[in-house]
Nanobody, 121 residues
Framework: QVQFVESGGGLVQPGGSLRLSCAAS????????VGWYRRAPGKQRELVAS???????NYADSVKGRFTISRDHAKNTMYLEMNGLKSEDTAVYYC???????????????WGQGTEVTVSS
């Protein structure tokens, strides 16, 4: 069952900006942590930005100072504002819960299709 729908990706030049959106099918914020993940070509999926149940945010070193995670509680939607984009940011971006699994190892939600971000001249 699709629980998150990502959108907003596209082709952007280096130094440009994009704003990604993630719509959740049910109330998430305040219940589970959420985050933005990405999978770049030839690399493993990584967590790049997170927000805890208490709205504490954290970022991977590679995106600190450039990316900002936010949410609109009323719309059950989260965002990732990306500035100063680099070619290394090229990846498919996904949103999902943090943690991904419960204490029994069961996933809370399936991965969505993601939204592709390509940074190129």
């Amino acid at each position: 069952q699709v629980q998150f729908v990502e959108s907003g990706g596209g082709l952007v030049q280096p130094g440009g900006s994009l704003r990604l959106s993630c719509a959740a099918s049910r109330r998430i914020f305040g219940v589970l942590g959420v985050g933005w993940y990405r999978r770049a070509p030839g690399k493993q999926r990584e967590l790049v930005a997170s927000m805890s149940t208490s709205s504490v945010t954290n970022y991977a070193d590679s995106v600190k100072g450039r990316f900002t995670i936010s949410r609109d509680h009323a719309k059950n939607t989260m965002y990732l504002e990306m500035n100063g984009l680099k070619s290394e940011d090229t990846a498919v971006y996904y949103c999902n819960t943090i943690p991904l699994r419960d204490t029994y190892g069961r996933a809370y939600y399936a991965w969505g299709q993601g939204t592709e971000v390509t940074v190129s001249s």
